[in-house]
């Protein structure tokens, strides 16, 4: 067993022991906001599916890579995406009544 | 460690602790956007930490390069798409989609590396490959149930059908033979297929007994598994930020999940076995 997995090992069961501890006393309406939080960041596979794009060097490889990054590329920018406008709606009142004034106007615009 | 790695790993470092910081915002709503942005932030040092690392190393050919070129831009255009489309209330089935895809890709790492294996390489690299393989194909089926679930193409009431418990304990004794089977370094590629098969398949056996409301627990549970498969996957491929990353997700997604089901009044273990008092369970 090499040094270098000892050393991962430990990153490991540390960052594990900081990610019981981040979360504390969530209000209920940011449960599905926070989920959508911690699903994009395992979106950082993208990261891993870039290396082992790298290494690969016959059709079955390429082809794999490029599912792997179609996936990966989905999951990180939808992801956050999808997160920011789950929380556009915890803006303090005055901030969205002028968007709301504005979307309206712009939809008599358009009308 | 040369100049150039010691600055890569700091890159990541950094990357690592804002996502934390960030996770750590979403606990309040005045600070919640504000630590989406951070953990956006960190995830784009990441990603191009890593394209300077491939182009550092020039191991990436031209095809290599256009692979990851296309796929990313293709996955980018349709998550950004699908994220900017979608209706407010439409939300939670789309994560558990883009959860599917996280999943398939860890998934994905992990086969894609064994192929490339010239001998075998011991059982620290062999047991996190067979358990990404395992729980990334569980997640990629089962959170593509759950949100089918959620949109309606998949019936909302739990679905339980007779032998359903039966070939569910039957794929888990194959997922147990064939995990060990990779971990000891036997039975090569088809231990791995058969694996990712059984896999899938319990996925699906996993969510369909599982009524509709309970899904966004569900969801979540399936969530914090593909932040463990991404920590497996870094193990495989010997990266930090994966493995940090991954367990952060796991173990705060983890967390999660007991906080919605404790809102609902529900337990973990009484959600995941399925179809017993529910509102939405049939007749």
Not at chain 2, 44 to 66: D, K, N, P
Not at chain 2, 195 to 201: D, K, M
Not at chain 2, 234 to 258: Q, R
Not at chain 2, 268 to 274: A, C, E, K, R, V
Request: aromatic share 6%.
């Amino acid at each position: 067993m090499s040094s270098e997995f000892v050393t991962d090992l430990t990153i490991f069961v540390l960052s594990l022991l900081v990610g019981f501890e981040v979360i504390s006393k969530v209000p209920t309406t940011l449960h599905t906001p926070l989920m959508s939080a911690a699903n994009s960041i395992h979106g950082i596979v993208l990261a891993g599916t870039i290396l082992i794009a790298a290494t690969a060097s016959d059709l079955v490889g390429y082809v794999i890579a490029f599912v792997a990054c179609v996936f990966a590329a989905m999951n990180v920018v939808g992801g956050y995406v999808v997160t920011d406008r789950m929380l556009e709606m915890f803006k303090p009142p005055a901030a969205r009544k002028v968007r709301q004034a504005a979307a309206n106007g712009s939809a008599e615009v358009t009308r | 460690m040369s100049t150039f790695d010691t600055v890569i790993r700091l890159v990541y470092l950094a990357a690592a602790t804002l996502f934390v910081v960030g996770l750590h915002l979403m606990n309040s709503p005045v600070t919640a956007r504000r630590g989406n942005l951070l953990s956006a932030t960190g995830m784009t040092a990441a990603i191009l930490a890593t394209i300077v690392v491939l182009i550092e190393s020039g191991a990436a050919s031209l095809t290599a390069w256009l692979v990851v070129a296309a796929g990313t831009a293709v996955g980018a255009a349709v998550g950004f798409v699908m994220a900017r489309r979608v209706r407010m209330t439409a939300m939670p089935e789309l994560v558990s989609l883009f959860n599917a895809a996280g999943g398939g890709a860890a998934a994905l790492v992990a086969i894609h590396d064994f192929l490339h294996f010239t001998e075998s390489p011991g059982a620290h690299i062999l047991i996190p490959l067979a358990l990404d393989v395992l729980i990334g194909a569980v997640t990629f089926s089962g959170s593509l149930i759950a949100s089918g679930k959620l949109h309606g193409v998949v019936p909302g009431q739990p679905i339980v059908f007779p032998g359903a418990r039966v070939i569910t304990l039957v794929l888990a004794a194959v997922m147990l033979v064939t995990t060990v089977m990779i971990a000891a370094g036997v039975g090569g590629l088809a231990a791995v297929v058969i694996l990712s098969l059984a896999a899938l398949a319990f996925g699906v056996t996993m969510v369909l007994p599982i009524g509709g409301a309970d899904m966004p627990v569900v969801i979540s549970l399936l969530n914090a598994f593909t932040g463990t498969a991404v920590a497996m996957a870094g193990f495989v491929i010997g990266n930090d930020v994966l493995i940090t990353a991954g367990a952060l997700v796991g173990a705060s997604g983890a967390i999660l999940t007991k906080l919605m089901a404790d809102a609902m009044n529900r337990s973990i273990g009484n959600i995941m076995l399925g179809g017993f008092g529910t509102g939405d369970s049939p007749g």
